[in-house]
């Protein structure tokens, strides 16, 4: 069985022959003029947008995790990850973004494909207006990786000779910690101007009848609840990818299959990374590695970062990274992502990404598997007191030493390990035995929503936005959605 199928029956509820279905709404029926579904920053700067265009519609917001001010990780506390079933590092208000390294790009260059569905000028003229609302809430003034012109050229002048492109694009870092309390302001700014807001409520299925959708069925508690809405936006986020797909599978919304991207996490110490961290802060690097020539590019740069792991649902775990404005570790952390684009008759990116997840996850026994560079071409596992004879110390205490390359696709990996060899080109050491690579770093773009110019989808009144959508990756592009969505609403009125 396919695993949105399988999601997919798990959705549908054991409908009793005859009966009516177990998740069916028993409770009242509720009615708003825009719902929301996900708190995420593309739902959330929407419902920012309408406001400030002097919206006076109803907005409503369901959210499946916690206000931002209740969001806290158990493993803060006990060392560990406990699995929770709503991970409070990317569900509840703000999303992904509230333990997020809070770095917002500032370039249409950066976080997404919208520039080929909006026009690359109307996106870079929405980020330099959304940037502006940031830093109202209180963001750094500061830009990252505008500031040293000469050095700057001189690193692209090294890409250039190991093959690599070096993308311009400044950052505003707001750090975890700012980054949380931002989308708190942002949150009391919401209520304070009548936006409803339902917490632990998980949206199960989009009402839709004559290809219209009319509301969605809610779990709020224990009842399911039916809410009405004239507007559905769904704005579910990474987390919400593969429900948005049980959705359009259930109700013919159309999209395609994406992009997926498989990789490492890669960590070294900060003296290797002191010239990229000081002058770009982050180096967005693009190359095409021979033999396979997929493309593969350097993600979410943390210098002085921590390694994260994040949980979503089917017990998937997965590494990530961020960094905080003050509490710094000596090492720098980023992605190096291999992106796959399948051709007929594969068709479910998701699911691949997914198995090669899983089966990381049982070699590392639930926890993340990291491993020497050295070891990956020496063709043997590292063992834990071989780490600590590193000058790199794991900032993830509890990865599992192993060998990811038993659960990695051979394309991925050739291509990753071609690929940090020219970084090496540009950062002497990168590419030393003792840097750190974690797997599995996934990334579920896939299942792009077709949609048109004003972001409507093939169901009348149904849009949808944010990284769910395959549209966007990131903190800024996920905003812009939302604030552009926004506007073609008040202009429909
Ligand atoms: C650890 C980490 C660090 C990151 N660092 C950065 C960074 O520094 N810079 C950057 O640009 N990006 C970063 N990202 C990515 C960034 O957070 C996302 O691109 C962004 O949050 C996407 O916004 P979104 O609104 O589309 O979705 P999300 O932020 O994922 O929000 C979606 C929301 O929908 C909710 N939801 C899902 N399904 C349902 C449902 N069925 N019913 C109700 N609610 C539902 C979820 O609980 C979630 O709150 C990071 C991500 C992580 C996890």
């Known amino acids: 069985m396919l695993f949105f199928e399988f999601l997919y029956d798990i959705m ?13 709404p028993k409770g009242k029926t509720m009615k708003t003029d825009i719902l929301i579904i ?26 499946k995790g916690a206000a931002i001010e209740k969001r806290a990780c158990p493993k803060s506390k006990t060392g560990v990850c406990v699995n929770c079933k709503n991970c409070a590092i990317t569900t509840g208000f703000s999303g992904a973004g509230a333990f997020s390294d809070g770095k917002l790009s500032l370039s249409a260059d950066v976080g997404g ?8 000028e109307t996106v870079q003229d929405l980020i330099d207006y959304t940037d502006k609302i940031y830093l109202d809430f ?109 959705m359009c599978a ?38 095409y590695p ?13 210098p002085g970062g921590f390694v994260s792991q ?29 992106s796959h684009n399948f051709t007929h008759p594969f068709n479910q990116p998701i699911e691949y990404a997914k198995k090669v997840g899983e089966l990381t996850n049982m ?19 590292t063992w834990a007191k071989e780490l600590e004879n590193s000058n790199v110390r794991p900032t993830l205490k509890d990865a599992v030493a192993g060998d990811i390359t038993a659960a990695m696709p051979y394309r991925a990996m050739l291509s990753i390990i071609n690929f940090i060899k020219s970084v090496d080109v540009i950062v002497p050491g990168f590419a030393a035995g003792e840097t750190l690579l974690y797997s599995p770093e996934l990334k579920f773009y896939s299942n792009k929503i077709k949609m048109d110019e004003d972001l409507s989808t093939s169901i009348a009144h149904l849009h949808c936005l944010g990284d769910s959508t395959g549209w966007t990756r990131g903190l800024m592009m996920a905003s812009v959605m939302g604030v552009y969505l926004a506007r073609h609403l008040c202009k429909r009125g």
């Open 138 to 246: 209180g963001a750094d003034k500061h830009i990252e990786g505008v500031e040293h012109p000469e050095e700057i050229k001189a690193i692209r002048r090294k890409a250039i000779q190991a093959g690599l492109k070096l993308v311009d694009c400044p950052i505003r870092h707001m750090g975890t910690e700012k980054a949380q309390k931002i989308y708190y302001d942002i949150e009391q700014y919401l209520l304070d101007n009548g936006v409803e807001m339902h917490f632990n409520a998980e949206c199960l299925d989009l009402i839709i009848e004559d290809e219209t959708c009319k509301g969605a069925d809610v779990k709020i508690g224990n009842n399911v609840e039916r809410i009405q809405a004239r507007e559905v936006i769904v704005a579910t986020g990474r987390r919400g990818a593969l429900w948005l797909e049980v």
């Open 250 to 287: 259930k109700h013919g919304i159309l999209h395609q299959p994406g992009t997926v991207d498989i990789g490492v996490r890669v960590e070294c110490r900060n003296e290797i990374m002191e010239e990229i961290n000081s002058v770009l802060y982050e180096a967005k690097l693009i190359g």
């Open 310 to 338: 994040e949980n979503y649902d089917e017990n998937l775990a997965v590494v990530n990274g961020h960094s905080y404005k003050e509490l710094k570790s000596p090492n720098t952390n980023l992605a190096i992502l291999c």
């Open 113 to 120: 494909d919208l520039p080929d569905l909006i026009g690359y």
């Open 12 to 24: 549908d509820w054991c409908v009793p022959e005859g009966g009516r279905a177990k998740d069916e």
């Open 290 to 302: 021979k033999p396979f020539k997929n493309k593969v590019r350097t993600f979410c740069q943390n």
């Open 363 to 381: 070699l590392g026994d639930g926890k993340m598997l990291v491993q020497r560079y050295g070891d990956i071409l020496d063709g043997k596992r």
């Open 38 to 63: 996900g708190a995420g920053p593309a739902g959330i700067f929407t419902a920012l947008e309408l406001i400030k265009n002097g919206c006076k519609d109803k907005i409503t917001f369901i959210e």
